[in-house]
T-cell receptor, first 116, second 109 residues
Framework: DTEVTQTPKHLVMGMTNKKSLKCEQH?????MYWYKQKAKKPPELMFV???????INESVPSRFSPECPNSSLLNLHLHALQPEDSALYLC???????????????FGPGTRLTVL | RKEVEQDPGPFNVPEGATVAFNCTYS??????FFWYRQDCRKEPKLLMS???SGNEDGRFTAQLNRASQYISLLIRDSKLSDSATYLC??????????FGTGTSLTVIP
């Protein structure tokens, strides 16, 4: 099973709203990721959690707040977003120490976010 | 310099054609290499890992050249369903993965 699930599939929010994106995997992966993807661009890394600790923050604005409650769950809390934050938000997970030949990351279906 | 460089295309090829994509990476210490396929408005999906010895999966062949730091993907007998964006991905230090810009392929009837 290589499934990563994400909810919701679509989200429309105003600039003053607070919302959360959720991601779940049950593959025993200990690294989880948030990416942002704009149309016709590759995914852009936002955050990496390794063993439930934030290991990489790619200088993401504080209006995006990640949380990793346990090894299977990853949340992204959204507050006071801007219209330019509208994008596809992808969650991914990978084995504990990717870098061995063949270890890779698996993506969820994404949440398509529109900020009005 | 970008970690991974990839020709964005677009590549427009007739059905049945053979098409090749190349990708170069900058970090000689990289250990893992992958091709992902992404359909419009969908998530990237692993197409194949690229092993040191090269590997083949049906119509798809991936090659790795460590000396020149490039990776290739060959698609033979293109099908309409192969139309997608193909992303070259290279692992970096720790848990980081670097993406190429993606190459757009359209297979024409």
């Amino acid at each position: 099973d290589t499934e990563v699930t994400q909810t919701p599939k679509h989200l429309v929010m105003g600039m003053t709203n607070k919302k959360s994106l959720k991601c779940e995997q049950h593959m025993g992966h200990r690294a989880m990721y948030w990416y942002k993807q704009k149309a016709k661009k590759p995914p852009e890394l936002m955050f990496v959690y390794s063993y439930e600790k934030l290991s990489i923050n790619e200088s993401v604005p504080s209006r995006f707040s990640p949380e990793c409650p346990n090894s299977s769950l990853l949340n992204l809390h959204l507050h006071a977003l801007q219209p330019e934050d509208s994008a596809l938000y992808l969650c991914a997970s990978s084995p504990p120490s990717p870098g061995q030949e063949g270890d890779t990351q698996y993506f969820g279906p994404g949440t398509r976010l529109t900020v009005l | 310099r970008k970690e991974v460089e990839q020709d964005p295309g677009p590549f427009n090829v007739p059905e049945g054609a053979t098409v090749a994509f190349n990708c170069t990476y900058s970090n000689s210490a990289s250990q893992s290499f992958f091709w992902y396929r992404q359909d419009c408005r969908k998530e990237p999906k692993l197409l194949m890992s690229v092993y040191s010895s090269g590997n083949e999966d049906g119509r798809f062949t991936a090659q790795l050249n460590r000396a020149s730091q490039y990776i290739s993907l060959l698609i033979r007998d293109s099908k309409l369903s192969d139309s997608a964006t193909y992303l070259c991905v290279v692992n970096g230090e720790g848990n980081q993965f670097y993406f190429g810009t993606g190459t757009s392929l359209t297979v024409i009837p």
